[in-house]
């Protein structure tokens, strides 16, 4: 239910008192908050990407650099991603990179995501450049940033190099499972180490952050938006454990979901 989703406390406490004119910072903030509330609904379409983009905007042109659980632009990419539209994700964080969106303490986490972006679109070269410039941005990365850095190059490993350098990868990137807390924007990298993990034989070492993903999401409603892709990741993990049984209920999922999502039809009828 969308009353149930997350949100953090310091994107819950912006409201403007009637009697103050409103800031950019501050209509961002309710413009994130509407937009995710919007994403979790069963029949989600395109407006929760439009208040979502538009609180990128306005969070860039307000020059806020203070802590905050996760850059506006990040989560616009992020429910692009879920609509399947990449090139709007992408066009987001290239924007927000370019602005000095959050400031410079932000700019890896960007960097990442936009890495993470152009390894979906299919573009490898433009994935470790990126991913290069990440990590020339900050010194340490947080767990949470470590996470999608792995998930970046295993998923660019998984895709061009062979089985030996997948093992490689995933052996370097299996600590990152354990050391975070798995929550709504971390649920896209976590599938392909779901995936990575089955296909070199490692598979229980992600079922519990695989199961706590579900969980999670089941507390919304199991909103299409947010779960298709972690249905998809449970299809590609049962045909590569040869599990029928833990393929089922994934399928079963995307066919329901198919309905309200173009994203999870597409994926229903690729997993048939």
Not at 33 to 48: E, K, M, Q, Y
Not at 144 to 173: F, G, K, P, Q, T
Not at 191 to 213: M, N, W
Request: net charge negative.
């Amino acid at each position: 239910a969308p009353h149930q989703l997350p949100l953090p406390p310091c994107w819950l406490s912006g409201d403007e008192d009637a009697s103050q004119t409103p800031t950019a910072l501050s209509v961002s903030m309710q413009l994130l908050r509407r937009g995710l509330i919007t994403s979790v609904a069963a029949d989600a379409t395109d407006s929760p990407l439009t208040d979502l983009v538009r609180s990128a905007e306005l969070y860039s042109r307000s020059g806020y650099s203070g802590a905050i659980c996760e850059p506006p632009a990040v989560v616009a990419a992020i429910v692009a991603l879920g609509l399947g539209a990449l090139a709007t994700a992408e066009t987001v964080l290239g924007d927000a990179i370019c602005a000095g969106h959050g400031g410079s303490w932000v700019q890896h986490r960007l960097l990442l995501w936009q890495a993470w972006v152009q390894v979906q679109r299919a573009r490898p070269a433009e994935a470790r450049e990126s991913l290069r410039r990440a990590e020339e941005a900050t010194t340490t990365l947080s767990p949470r940033s470590a996470m999608l850095a792995h998930a970046v190059r295993v998923a660019l490993v998984r895709r061009y190099e062979d089985a030996a350098a997948l093992e490689s990868a995933w052996r370097e990137a299996r600590g990152a499972v354990l050391r975070v807390d798995v929550d709504a924007f971390l649920l896209q990298p976590l599938t392909e180490l779901i995936v990575a993990a089955a296909r070199v034989g490692d598979a229980d070492h992600a079922a519990a952050a695989f199961h706590k993903a579900l969980d999670v999401t089941a507390r919304w409603g199991s909103p299409p938006l947010w779960t298709a892709h972690l249905h998809w990741a449970g299809i590609q993990q049962g045909i590569l454990l040869g599990r029928p049984d833990l393929l089922a209920p994934h399928a079963k999922a995307l066919v329901a979901e198919s309905a309200h999502s173009e994203v999870a039809a597409m994926m229903a009828k690729a997993g048939r």
